[in-house]
């Protein structure tokens, strides 16, 4: 992506100055530091940082500058990321699948921390990293509460991860656990149901495990209605922590990706057509909106004139098109959007930071998104 400058004041603003002719993504590094700090205040361990949701480097940059000291990390690309921005960082690998060759050239980068969740990835690494390493033991439960969870595709089921534990314990490696209860992660009991197995894990394997990292999950602001709860998300983990393990309990660690990030973008369309409820714009699900497929369609939604005002007609059901020739570039359902909508409009979705620019492909011809920095995303 591309940056425009100067900074605007806001995404209005930015409209009244002349925005670029591609989607735009708006981006807030004031409002990403007030998340940052909102997680360094309230999370009860440390906080990292889930490279994969958004890898731009300003992100990285202005949370480095707000304090965040670690990443989570999913491939030697964003090691090298990482490393570039912030040398010293510590860099946790918990993608739990990789090459031999991929775990080797990670140990060169100065990786001491590894994710696993099978005993083939333990022996892999335990050929490769130095004694001492810390080997983090992945485990799922069938718990649901979650957007969509990742059970089916990573984690070892409880009582495999208590044998995956004691043998890294016993290779003479620093053992520590790690769940990832799945995305837009809301209700407080999901969390504590993890936090409890891991003590379990821990008794069966009889090993104490150094760090219990509950990794990312926490929900970001989708729906109006809907605001998420961290402080009580982290009270939950905290209380939860305290009461499973009592005097042995681990240092925590989380790795906010999504929850992180999402409320520091505002992704801004155009209106390309309008035909009666049919609305199409310069952005689709090839786009920066690919994970309205996947995810909860958001409400977070405004329309403004070329100008930068703000419509304020009923809000009507459209049907909305992406701008490629597939007709399969549809938002889902029939988002609300104001009456008196026009073409060349400005569409905004609110809430946008998080995976909408890594995301986006370059079918036919469309997918190039501008990076603009602004210093606020509200009026």
């Given at each position: 992506m591309?940056?425009?400058?100067p ?6 603003d ?14 807030s590094?004031?409002?990403?530091r007030?998340t ?6 309230g999370?009860?361990g ?13 992100v ?40 031999g ?13 590894f ?16 004694a001492?390493?810390?080997?983090t ?17 990573f ?13 890294v314990?016993?290779?003479?490696h ?6 990832h209860?799945g995305?837009?992660c ?14 379990a ?12 990292n ?5 929900p970001s602001?989708?729906m109006?209605a809907?605001?998420?709860d ?15 393990f ?9 790795e906010?990706?999504r929850g992180?990030v ?19 714009l ?6 920066g909106?690919?994970?309205m497929?996947?995810?909860p369609?958001t ?11 703000l ?6 059901p ?22 008196d ?9 609110r ?13 036919n ?9 602004v210093d606020?995303?509200?009026?």
């Amino acid at each position: 992506m591309t940056e425009a400058r100067p900074f605007p004041d806001s995404p209005a603003d930015l409209l009244r100055r002349g925005a670029p002719e591609t989607p735009i993504l708006c981006f807030s590094p004031a409002s990403l530091r007030a998340t940052a700090q909102r997680f360094l205040d309230g999370f009860p361990g440390q906080v990292t940082y889930a490279v994969k949701a958004n890898p731009e480097p300003a992100v990285l940059e202005n949370l480095a500058a707000a304090g965040i000291g670690a990443f989570d990390v999913a491939s030697l690309a964003e090691i090298d990321l990482v490393r570039a921005i912030a040398p010293g960082a510590g860099l946790h690998y918990n993608n739990p699948v990789r090459s031999g060759v991929e775990i080797e050239r990670a140990v060169a980068r100065g990786v001491r921390s590894f994710g696993l969740d099978s005993a083939g990835e333990l022996a892999r690494l335990a050929a490769r990293v130095p004694a001492g390493a810390e080997l983090t033991v992945r485990y799922k439960l069938p718990v649901k509460g979650a957007a969509y969870d990742f059970g089916a595709k990573f984690g070892a089921e409880p009582a495999a991860a208590a044998d995956l534990l004691r043998a890294v314990a016993a290779a003479g490696h620093v053992p520590s656990l790690t769940f990832h209860p799945g995305t837009q992660c809301a209700p407080t009991e999901v969390w504590r149901a993890y936090v409890a197995e891991a003590a379990a894990i821990a008794r069966a394997a009889g090993v104490e495990p150094a760090r219990l990292n509950v990794g990312g999950g926490f929900p970001s602001h989708r729906m109006m209605a809907e605001p998420p709860d961290l402080g009580a998300i982290f009270e939950a983990i905290d209380v939860a922590a305290t009461a499973a393990f009592g005097a042995a309990r681990p240092a925590l660690v989380c790795e906010p990706g999504r929850g992180m990030v999402a409320e520091c973008c505002t992704l801004m369309t155009r209106v390309r057509a309008l035909r009666d409820d049919h609305v199409f714009l310069d952005d689709g699900i090839y786009g920066g909106l690919a994970e309205m497929l996947s995810m909860p369609m958001t409400d977070r939604i405004e329309v403004r004139s070329p100008e930068g005002v703000l419509r304020t007609g009923a809000p009507v059901p459209r049907t909305v098109f992406g701008p490629t020739c597939d007709s399969l570039d549809r938002l889902p359902g029939h988002p609300m959007l104001p009456e008196d909508t026009q073409e060349d409009d400005a569409v905004l979705f609110r809430g946008m930071g998080a995976y909408s620019g890594v995301t986006a492909t370059r079918f036919n011809g469309f997918g190039v998104l501008t990076l603009a920095t602004v210093d606020r995303l509200d009026d």
